[in-house]
């Protein structure tokens, strides 16, 4: 599935899309990221970490999986779990 277009209110709790495998995937992911990670309000300092590690997942995917001249797709699947640390309480 080919997914185009800003995320919706109805993406922030899971986001997927799909890239054609290329130089501007990684910008691409970065921005979609970016975008839903502001709308589920993830903290600044992490979504910078988070962001990073999915543009350069991304990148790898591009430069490796499709060699140059090769077609294909990269597709990004994130959500968000709640997270319960036991040993705090």
Known sequence: MMRRGPVTEAD???CEFTLLAGPRAPSAARARIA???TMTGWPTDEASDIVYAIS???????EHAYPLGAHGTITVTACVEAFHD????
């Open 12 to 14: 922030v709790d899971a």
């Open 35 to 37: 975008t839903w990670l």
């Open 56 to 62: 350069e997942a991304v990148s790898n995917a591009a």
């Open 86 to 89: 036991d040993a705090s309480a």
